[in-house]
Structures are given as structure tokens and as C-alpha cells.
């Protein structure tokens, strides 16, 4: 039987990229996590942007959302991160237009080859598209596509790519059915 030797395992990330995120956590905590959403949209968006995210200027991103690195962080008009959202963004994170990440939700990019002994890290992004609606306290895993038009219901944990105009739900997440526009 193989033993698991975390002793072997290696930080991939440079002194820089770990720098840049020490600065960054103390610039969103005492810069932007004070501010409420209806002042501090603005300034939360140039922050991120500042820091080499691509977010639209009608997104929105509450104060108490965390962002691992925002430079793999894309988000496009009138998208938004709810409170609490943990974006474990290692990866590219891409979030189309009119979606929405609800309250508590975490999407992971990263995890571990498990079948190595020093549990090398590994990476995928996530990309969620248009009119995507993720319910709240939903866990993305690391190189799924949420197609355009989709639901995913609350609590659910999606770890396989989720088709248009679908809405899913579950853990593992599983069709429940279509989803379509009635007006």
C-alpha cells in the first residue's frame, strides 16, 4: 500500500503572486468590505479592475463576497456575486451577462491529484454564461460550464457541465427539467 507523503508537496505559486494576494486581502478588507452595496459599487469595481480583474462597470459584487485572486475574475454587464460568495478563483472564473452567483455559494477552480503522493495542485475554470441563475449556497466545481439560460438549484453541487436552458438540482446535481420564459 502507498502512503500519502505531503512532506513532497510543492507550492507552485511564486513569492509574487503570493504577495500580490496578502496586498489584495487587506485592500479589499479595509477598502471595499466596510462599504455597503448601495455606496460602494463603483469603487468595489475599480478595485477589482485595479487589480486586473475584467468586471463590467453595471456588475455587481457585494462587500462581503471573497475573492481569492481577481485577475482570473471576468464578469460581464449586469452580473453579480451575492453576499458571502466564495470565488476560489485559481483559475479563470468567467460570469456572463444577467447571471447571477447567489448568497453563500463557493466555486472552487483548484483541487489535488489525489493519486499522487504530494497531492500536486490542479486547476480548471469555471465559466458560467448568460441569464444563469446559481441558487444560493451552491458548490461549482473546478471545470464546469453552466450553459446560457440555466438554474441551479439552492445547495446544490455541480461538478459536470450543465446544458442550456436547463434548471438542475441536487448533490450530485441532476436534470429536473427545462427551463422556459412565460411572459
Known sequence: MSKVDLSK??????????????????????????L??????????????TFGAKVHKTANVYSSVKIYAP??????????LA?????YNVD???????????????????SHDVC??????????IIIKDQ???GADVYLGMGITIEQGSVVGA????????????IIGGNPAKFIKKRKIIE
Not at 13 to 23: A, D, E, H, T
Open 71 to 80: 485577475w482570473n475574475l471576468e464578469m460581464h454587464d449586469f452580473s453579480c
Open 155 to 166: 445547495r446544490s453541487s455541480v461538478y459536470k457541465d450543465v446544458k442550456p436552458w436547463e
Open 83 to 87: 453576499p458571502e460568495v466564495d470565488c
Open 132 to 134: 444563469v441563475w446559481i
Open 9 to 34: 508537496y510543492k507550492n507552485t505559486f511564486s513569492k509574487k503572486n503570493q504577495i500580490k494576494r496578502l496586498f489584495w486581502s487587506i485592500v479589499w478588507f479595509f477598502l471595499a468590505k466596510p
Open 36 to 49: 455597503p452595496r448601495s455606496i460602494g459599487r463603483k469603487w468595489k469595481i475599480f478595485l477589482l479592475n
Open 92 to 110: 479563470r472564473i468567467i460570469i456572463g451577462a444577467h447571471s447571477t452567483v447567489s448568497q453563500k455559494s463557493y466555486l472552487c477552480t483548484a
Open 116 to 125: 499522487k503522493s504530494s497531492n500536486p495542485l490542479l486547476t480548471s475554470p
